[in-house]
Nanobody, 119 residues
Framework: QLQASGGGLVQAGGSPRLSCAAS????????MAWFRQAPGKEREFVAS?????SYADSVKGRFTISKDNAKNMFYLQMNSLKPEDTAVYYC?????????????????WGQGTLVTVSS
């Protein structure tokens, strides 16, 4: 089970951090990821982490994904937010250790947390 938190209303340029708490099993050796879905759009990949990290071009250099294996948690530090970053952000995990970018590869999903960026 995954539980995302940390969303809310943020001004453009803000730097919130999203958290995802995993329970029921440890994901320390598996890939975890963040996806997002903006109103009227399909869910899209944001970032993933395993032994490596991968980022969507739209967030590269602004967002950082990290994880704390001891706490079974992972995070998305978002910097320099833009109004186009407004979306529901979902955390996801898979039982593969490869860094994956397709939503279909992830079997475990959190409930989503809304991030609204005001201009």
């Amino acid at each position: 089970q995954l539980q995302a938190s940390g969303g809310g209303l943020v001004q453009a340029g803000g730097s919130p951090r999203l958290s995802c708490a995993a329970s029921g099993r440890t994901f320390s050796t598996y890939a975890m990821a963040w996806f997002r879905q903006a109103p009227g759009k399909e869910r899209e990949f944001v970032a993933s982490i395993s032994w490596l990290t991968s980022y969507a071009d739209s967030v590269k250099g602004r967002f950082t994904i990290s994880k704390d294996n001891a706490k079974n948690m992972f995070y998305l530090q978002m910097n320099s937010l833009k109004p186009e970053d407004t979306a529901v952000y979902y955390c996801a995990a898979t039982l593969s250790s490869r860094v994956l970018v397709a939503a279909a590869e992830y079997a475990y999903w959190g409930q989503g947390t809304l991030v609204t960026v005001s201009s």
